[in-house]
């Protein structure tokens, strides 16, 4: 049942899913899993300024093929601030937004070099604005829920043994509510990441 309902909320993510891909799915949940993390950061776009997204996911790995977790996400504090309606006057905010997600990603093309692969979450949080008041006083607007959706695709390569270069399109598609948050937060995102080989370090180094 659980692996029937990963594969079902995974899946609705990817339009050209076939039985292929879904067997060589079903048969890395064969193989013993082992413990995943990464830290990382993604870009996009919100109301046309250029976003920093940081993440963390935790999760487990199915022999490289498949990864199941959860991860949480914050807007990176550099996301410049500007004057917004705010208790009926404009006024210099911040803008604040984090969610947590659930995550899956299919690796459909490795060698030794190279690794393709289809990531996608779904995610829930709340945005804010932090700003000063007329008494000078720092103070967050009200938090508002939203909901999100966000496949990709990424491409990797390996060299010098240990080391490893990568980068991804995909889109973010957001439901929020706007009563306070005027934001347009739905957009492209993309990512561009290094990658040490940590495992294959450890192994060669425990060898020696």
């Given at each position: 049942m659980y692996l029937r309902l990963t594969i079902f909320?995974?899946?609705?993510?990817?339009?050209?899913?076939?039985?292929?891909?879904?067997?060589?799915?079903?048969?890395?949940?064969?193989?013993?899993?082992?413990?995943?993390?990464?830290?990382?950061?993604?870009?996009?776009?919100?109301?046309?300024?250029?976003?920093?997204?940081?993440?963390?996911?935790?999760?487990?790995?199915?022999?490289?093929?498949?990864?199941?977790?959860?991860?949480?996400?914050?807007?990176?504090?550099?996301?410049?601030?500007?004057?917004?309606?705010?208790?009926?006057?404009?006024?210099?905010s911040q803008l604040h937004m984090y969610y947590f997600s659930a995550f899956a990603e299919y690796t459909f093309f490795k060698t030794y070099h190279w690794e393709a692969t289809i990531p996608a979450q779904i995610g829930c949080g709340w945005a804010n604005y932090s700003y000063s008041n007329s008494s000078n006083a720092n103070v967050h607007s009200a938090n508002k829920l939203f909901v999100l959706y966000e496949p990709m695709m990424t491409i990797q390569y390996r060299f010098l043994k240990y080391f490893g270069i990568g980068c991804g399109i995909g889109y973010r598609l957001v439901v929020?509510?706007?009563?306070?948050?005027?934001?347009?937060?739905?957009?492209?995102?993309?990512?561009?990441?290094?990658?040490?080989f940590v495992g294959d370090l450890w192994r060669d180094f425990t060898k020696k």
């Open positions: 909320l995974y899946f609705i993510a990817i339009p050209f899913c076939n039985a292929q891909l879904m067997d060589s799915i079903a048969r890395s949940f064969e193989e013993k899993p082992s413990l995943y993390f990464n830290y990382g950061s993604q870009y996009s776009f919100i109301s046309n300024k250029l976003a920093t997204i940081s993440n963390f996911k935790i999760g487990v790995d199915y022999s490289g093929t498949f990864k199941l977790g959860l991860g949480f996400n914050w807007l990176s504090k550099k996301y410049k601030e500007r004057n917004r309606f705010l208790e009926a006057d404009m006024r210099l929020i509510n706007r009563t306070v948050i005027e934001e347009q937060m739905t957009s492209p995102l993309f990512v561009l990441k290094s990658k040490l």
